[in-house]
């Protein structure tokens, strides 16, 4: 190599770097033309460049403008490319308040109800918001989208996701496995949420360094969340000293949604549910708001619906004969 020519090796590891580039590499060979002195090479999530060197430093800075509006927007064409190289930054039109994460492969992921609407408009003005409602209502998924748009967003440094496993005793001993392992089974809905709105390797790297982190809610106790978004799934099998214990860790710069089905609480016939309580003796503290979805809601299959209701026929039947 001349000593006119350079070499540089750019990471894109914290992207979808595959949807970046567009089907067949379409978007990088319309780089290409944008740079013709340079000889750009791509394995997997590693580009490298090779050319003169003021090349290279331009190259470098309108990519990162790319990536920066990749994320915002999760897609880049052509036009917004071309408004890179111009302007430096790429076309804000479109922008859309009712879009909360860009997801993965081009996913938009907003309210798609007006319940689930109510739920983001609340997060705006109160600090703790309790979303009760039955399965497939969107609201750990709608939780999990505003807790991620926050940290996008740099209005938080960190995500906290917590849940009663196994039991209110939260029984994990017996489970194989470190903490997260015996942890994984009963967060997946929150995993699966978090898959589709940060890519792969990005996900991984939260995790490592704990800008996302799991913690089984017995674990909460003594600490005191700052700066973080907190998100209590499953709440309905918290007990009333375990959800009082946890709405006490809020700290400065906190955000907790706390969701849960009172329909499906596991705990002992003698027990009450802490969000039950919770959601009875907070409601009318202001900055604390309780959000109620219903079968309205329900977004997955359509027989999710019909499911809900038949239970619910039941239920009202088998206590009309309780009480006859």
């Known amino acids: 190599m001349d000593e006119q020519c350079s070499e540089k090796i750019i990471s894109l590891e914290d992207i979808d770097y595959a949807h970046f580039w567009g089907a067949n590499e379409k978007m990088l060979d319309f780089i290409r033309l944008l740079f013709p002195k340079l000889k750009l090479i791509v394995r997997g999530e590693m580009l490298k460049a090779l050319g003169p060197a003021d090349d290279i430093a331009l190259f470098e800075d309108k990519l990162g403008a790319m990536v920066t509006y990749y994320e915002k927007f999760g897609r880049i064409n052509e036009n917004a490319i071309m408004q890179i190289m111009e302007n430096g930054s790429g076309p804000e039109t479109e922008t859309n ?5 860009h997801g993965r492969n081009g996913l938009l992921i907003k309210a798609r109800t007006p319940n ?4 983001v408009e609340s997060v705006k003005k109160n600090d703790m918001v309790f979303a009760i409602g039955p399965a ?3 609201k750990t998924y709608t939780a999990v989208a505003l807790a991620v748009r926050a940290l996008k967003n740099k209005e938080i440094r960190r995500i906290i996701l917590t849940r009663p496993a196994v039991e209110a005793g939260e029984s994990l001993g017996f489970l194989p496995g470190d903490l997260r392992d015996k942890l994984d089974p009963y967060l997946q809905p929150l995993y699966d949420a978090l898959r589709d709105m940060i890519p792969q390797q990005k996900l991984l790297s939260y995790w490592e360094d704990n800008t996302i982190e799991i913690a089984p809610l017995a674990f909460m106790r003594g600490r005191t969340l700052d700066n973080a978004y907190v998100i209590l799934d499953e709440a309905q ?3 009333p000293a375990q959800l009082k214990m946890f709405l006490t860790r809020m700290g400065r710069n906190a955000k907790f949604i706390v969701t849960g089905d009172v329909t499906q609480i596991d705990l002992p016939r003698n027990q ?3 969000l039950v309580q919770a959601t009875q003796i907070l409601k009318d503290i202001e900055g604390i708001s309780v959000i109620e979805l219903d079968n309205s809601d329900v977004i997955r299959h359509r027989l999710v619906t ?3 209701r038949a239970y619910e026929r039941n239920h009202d039947n088998q206590e009309q004969k309780t009480t006859d």
């Open 116 to 119: 689930q609407q109510r739920l």
């Open 136 to 138: 497939g209502t969107g």
């Open 306 to 308: 019909k499911i809900i």
């Open 272 to 274: 009450q549910s802490g």
């Open 237 to 239: 099998n918290a007990t």
């Open 97 to 101: 308040d009712e879009i909360l994460v």
